[in-house]
């Protein structure tokens, strides 16, 4: 009678490398020692460490898509367009991840919340610099979002900087431009400080690249990376609301923010206007 039995414990491989005393090990190289004595609960509540851990996760994952949108746009400055697909693919799937988080947040309770909620004070994810980081770069800035990091000299720069330079979508423009699709120059060169707004010369550009999409291959896969990537961002931007109000309902953020009403202005925003325009149009 054979023996079906499953083991509970697993053989180590003799083959593998157990003498680290001269070599660097797995935790050395991912400077574990620091990512996991990083977190410090204030309350002594349970579901403190979870609220912390998720938001330090959100926090790597970001420093990821910041790290891939500045590349991304780096490429397209350089008029590679299909070098920056990878980036922008890798973006979206990212943002995948940082979506399903929200599930695991959710397992926290109004009860559990308010357990701790006091003790973050006045503490908010709008404080968030790498998130403000990767709005600026891709095109949401305004000068006030810069406030709450004038305490911190080389963030609130590096914010300064991304504010005053041109977001993804200005880069996307001027490829616009290159391929001959009548973008006038005042847009090409416009004054990056200030919003963009969407435009009838932009809109029959893609218009012209998506009734063209043999001519305009390049142009046209870009334009679909650029939707997919926003796309993931608007389905963030809901779980993100959504699991806020399930937490605390419509109360005021830690931040002093209008909370879920904060959030839901957030769904109408578009990096890449013309874009979605153009679904109507065709």
Known sequence: ???????????????????????????????????????????????????????????????????????????????????????????ARIQKQMIQSWDVLSTLTPADYLSFRDDLGKASGFQSFQYRAVEFALGNKHPAMMKPHEHDSDKHKALNELYHGPSMYDRVVQLLDVADLGIPHNLVERDFSQPYESNDYVRNAWKTIYTNTDKYWNLYELAEKLVDLEDSFLQWRFRHMKTVERVIGFKRGTGGTSGVNYLKKALDIRFFPELWELRTEL
């Open 1 to 91: 009678m054979s023996d079906d039995r499953f083991s509970t414990q697993q053989p180590a491989d003799k083959d593998a490398y157990t003498d680290f005393s001269e070599d660097m090990i797995y935790g050395d190289y991912l400077q574990l020692n620091k990512i996991l004595n990083a977190q410090f609960p204030i309350s002594g509540e349970h579901d403190e460490m979870l609220f912390i851990i998720i938001h330090q996760a959100t926090e790597l994952w970001l420093k990821l898509v910041l790290h891939e949108v500045v590349a991304a746009q780096n490429l397209l400055t350089q008029k590679d367009i299909r070098a920056s697909f990878k980036m922008l693919a890798r973006v």
